[in-house]
């Protein structure tokens, strides 16, 4: 969807047509913030099977806020966050996660745990399908080189693309990744954004990703979210749409969507 006008400071767009697949979850007027003061203005977006959702905004600008709402951790300011079917699997991977290096665990082994959620003491040990799907999820990811070694020696993207392998082992619906690709040099973070795609067409998961990276942000999504929290504004749409909303040539300039309009590549930028 292309927008001529695009939403004033403080207003959203609407959202855009997005690829079929099964609704899994709806943000319905939902606001988010701590308390009772909300950080941006209430916004609607649903997310369907087999879409591919970038988030984009300065530091500072409530993703993160958002992705805590979505997934139940802090409590909307106001709307509401539904499922579509209260079986949904979700997963999710934040910037920094909390794991104990001192364990000596290796990536092989935190993809395969990763697998154990119906564990019990009469089935202590992974099956061999779940050996299988911790393989595959280990070459999808990209972590086959390093799947053996002590998870502390890693490098900051290596452990990244080890957790992305457990993500893809989990087999959850909807996947959200808070800057997966932060740690990562610009090969690893295109090839790894590459491989989130196939996840989301292959595999058939939603996926929503907090990207700082502009460029790939907009190159690979089916709907990006730009969130802004001093106009406020959150625009939901294609790379026109948003880049050519007051909000975000008020941060970025007019570059961006002079590219869109003519269909230029994007220059690489960091948001």
Known sequence: MKTDDPPKPGETSAAPQLPPGELLVSCEELAVGYGETPMLPAFNLKIYKGSF???VGRNGSGKSTWFKTLLGMIPPVSGRVVKHRPELKWSYVPQTVGIDTILPMRPKEM??????????????FSTSQERK??????????????????????????????????VIASQAELVLLDEPTAAMDAVAEQETMKRLVRLARDQ??????????LELAARHADVLVFLDR??????????????????????????????????????????
């Open 53 to 55: 959702v970038s988030v």
């Open 204 to 213: 058939n998961m939603a996926v929503v990703v907090v990207s700082h990276d």
């Open 133 to 166: 799907l911790a393989e595959e999820a280990i070459d999808t990811a990209g972590a086959r080189s390093f799947a053996h070694r002590p998870y502390r020696e890693l490098s900051e993207g290596q452990k990244q693309r080890a957790l992305l392998a457990r």
């Open 111 to 124: 993809v395969i745990w990763g697998r154990l959620s119906g564990w019990n003491f009469l089935r202590p």
């Open 230 to 271: 001093e106009t406020p504004s959150i625009i939901v749409g294609d790379a026109q749409t948003v880049f050519c909303s007051h909000a975000f040539r008020h941060q970025y300039g007019d570059e961006y969507c002079a590219r869109a309009k003519s269909g230029s590549p994007l220059g690489h930028t960091h948001g």
